[in-house]
């Protein structure tokens, strides 16, 4: 089963719209020689007040190669809710994806497994698709537990998410210990642990949704450890943080996963 692979490019709590805009510039002129059709979806992430600039700078191009995510969303749809923003806001900027369970929101922000759930249900209500993170810390990988608690993110994530719409939507698979400190899970292991996670998925949602569904590998992913990811079976593409940050380096990535983007 083919499955088109993402690269996305997570870009935290940096740049005003002036520094997205010159960043978003620099990718779109890396990408500039390559067929579309040859390419991985290439997704960004800006933060909520990029997002007005970047859309206009990506709307100058009659067919955009990159696609918008936005970092987090609330999943009302408007109300007295202080400093959030609804799906429904979000698509005024041709929103595809929203990043949901990222450990520094679950670390610092307190989202909760059954928030991550009400958050991907709302998405897929609204048209859009989740990017839903998962991903243990090094003591529970220390502990043995890192299946165990992963295929439980998974379990409360999807609840009550008919088959259809899991077959859509994607799963990053992020080891907490290797997110930002420059250590990559060995590309095997991800491997398993992504295979896990589809087993999983198979579980509960059937084959179909197990074999649609796009799981992502995230965690200090850079331009020398891509091929080696995408080689893996069951690695469906990236998230990337710091490595997308610089326009040539995350245009590397992407090319490193252009072989299997045309399979
Ligand atoms: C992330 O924040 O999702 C991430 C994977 O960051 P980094 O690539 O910097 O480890």
């Not at 939507?169 to 250590?183: D, F, L, M, N, Q």
């Not at 197990?210 to 080696?228: D, H, M, Q």
């Amino acid at each position: 089963m083919s499955r088109k692979p993402i690269i996305a490019g997570n870009w935290k709590m940096n740049n005003n719209s002036q520094k997205s805009v010159e960043l978003i510039k620099g990718l779109k002129s890396g990408l500039d020689d390559i067929n579309a059709s040859l390419l991985p979806e290439v997704v960004v992430a800006p933060v909520f007040t990029s997002l007005y600039a970047v859309n206009e700078e990506l709307n100058k191009c009659a067919y955009s190669k990159i696609a918008l995510a936005a970092q987090n969303c609330y999943y009302q749809d408007h109300g007295a809710y202080t400093g959030e923003i609804s799906i429904d806001m979000l698509k005024d900027f041709n929103m595809t994806y929203i990043i949901i369970g990222h450990s520094e929101r679950r670390q610092y922000f307190g989202e909760t497994d059954e928030m991550i759930n009400q958050k991907a249900k709302a998405i897929l209500a609204n048209g859009l698709l989740p990017i839903i993170c998962c991903g243990e810390t090094l003591e529970q990988r220390e502990q043995g537990i890192t299946d165990k608690h992963i295929s439980n993110q998974i379990m409360q994530a999807l609840e009550g998410i008919s088959s259809e719409d899991t077959a859509k939507s994607v799963i990053a698979y992020e080891p907490i210990w290797a997110i930002g400190t420059g250590k990559t899970c060995d590309a095997d292991e991800a491997n398993r642990v992504i295979k896990m996670i589809r087993e999983t998925v198979k579980n509960l949602k059937g084959e179909n949704a197990a074999n649609s569904i796009r799981i992502l590998y995230g965690g200090s992913v850079k331009p020398e450890t891509i091929e080696e990811q995408m080689a893996k079976s069951d690695i469906d593409g990236a998230l990337v943080g710091g490595a997308s940050l610089k326009a040539d380096s995350f245009a590397k990535i992407v090319k490193g996963a252009m072989a299997k983007a045309s399979v």
